[in-house]
T-cell receptor, first 113, second 115 residues
Framework: DAKTTQPPSMDCAEGRAANLPCNHS???????VYWYRQIHSQGPQYIIH???NNETNEMASLIITEDRKSSTLILPHATLRDTAVYYC??????????????FGGGTRVLVKP | NAGVTQTPKFQVLKTGQSMTLQCAQD?????MSWYRQDPGMGLRLIHY???????DQGEVPNGYNVSRSTTEDFPLRLLSAAPSQTSVYFC??????????????FGEGSRLTVL
């Protein structure tokens, strides 16, 4: 699975959009981009994933560049409860060997009042 | 649904002791896995299973054993605890069929301290 690069930390203001970048320049054609977050010491929580089209759900939007070498997770209206570590993960599609996700260091996001 | 349940939530061991961390899921997921997370670090895969009777090693398997006798349960055994195994342990599960999104469901974690 391709490696990802994320900034170690970022701050954003409550109520504003938070844009979290992720670089995955070695991504291959069948690899998906996944985003998870971990609030305090809880178990990671799935946010969203995509292959090449932009995706949106009730939590966030995922924008993937046309060459798929980078992506941005957008939290449209950040709240204090969005303070967490956000992980960008690249993984191949369906695998008989299961969903082995490799977590890097992530981006520590602090939402400030 | 309870989701993924881990017990115990906290445990203190002495070096050399053995113990089992329990993980159970009620979502009929074929795939189950164990991760450990050291302070300030990301999660590292210890062992995983793609179904009852099938297990395999992840990135950091040494010092740990697993078995999968049922779909629901995936216990993690520490054979002889060492201070280097002080960590937070997370169990995760997911579907395995071709419609699955790859979404992993995590438990709340088990915090282990080895003195």
């Amino acid at each position: 699975d391709a490696k990802t690069t994320q900034p170690p930390s970022m701050d954003c203001a409550e109520g504003r959009a938070a844009n979290l970048p992720c670089n995955h320049s070695t991504i291959s054609g069948n690899e998906y981009v996944y985003w998870y977050r971990q609030i305090h010491s809880q178990g990671p929580q799935y946010i969203i994933h995509g292959l090449k089209n932009n995706e949106t759900n009730e939590m966030a939007s995922l924008i993937i560049t046309e060459d798929r070498k980078s992506s941005t997770l957008i939290l449209p209206h950040a709240t204090l409860r969005d303070t967490a570590v956000y992980y960008c993960i690249v993984r191949s599609g369906f695998k008989a060997a299961g969903n082995k996700l490799t977590f890097g260091g992530g981006t520590r996001v602090l939402v400030k009042p | 649904n309870a989701g993924v349940t881990q017990t115990p939530k906290f445990q203190v061991l002495k070096t050399g002791q053995s113990m089992t961390l329990q993980c159970a899921q009620d979502m009929n997921h074929e795939y189950m896995s164990w991760y450990r997370q050291d302070p300030g670090m990301g999660l590292r895969l210890i062992h995983y299973s793609v179904g009852a009777g099938i297990t395999d090693q992840g990135e950091v398997p040494n010092g740990y054993n697993v078995s999968r006798s049922t779909t629901e349960d995936f216990p993690l055994r520490l054979l002889s605890a060492a201070p280097s195994q002080t960590s937070v342990y997370f169990c995760a599960s997911s579907r395995m069929d071709r419609t699955n999104t790859g979404e992993l469901f995590f438990g709340e974690g088990s915090r282990l301290t080895v003195l």
